[in-house]
């Protein structure tokens, strides 16, 4: 029922490189990080994560593509 603010960031070996720091996420709303077919190429060993400010008030929804064949 309140505003709470995202982090979402990927580690790849110690550091955090932010998609989105203190992005503001209104009650109710919903926020799409990548749009339009958009993506995101993680290497080996990198971490995807999100963190809201407040336990428990978000919910993240993500796609992963393993291996493409031609």
């Known amino acids: 029922t309140s505003p709470v603010t ?5 580690r790849n070996g110690g550091t955090d ?4 720091k203190n992005g503001p996420l209104p009650a109710g709303s919903s926020f799409e990080l990548i749009a339009e077919g958009s993506k995101i190429v993680l290497k080996n060993g990198d971490v995807l ?5 407040a336990g428990s008030s ?7 593509v393993d291996t493409i064949s031609a």
């Open 6 to 10: 995202i982090d979402v960031y990927i």
């Open 17 to 20: 490189y932010y998609l989105l």
């Open 49 to 53: 994560y999100a963190i809201a400010s």
């Open 58 to 64: 978000v919910d993240v929804v993500t796609s992963v």
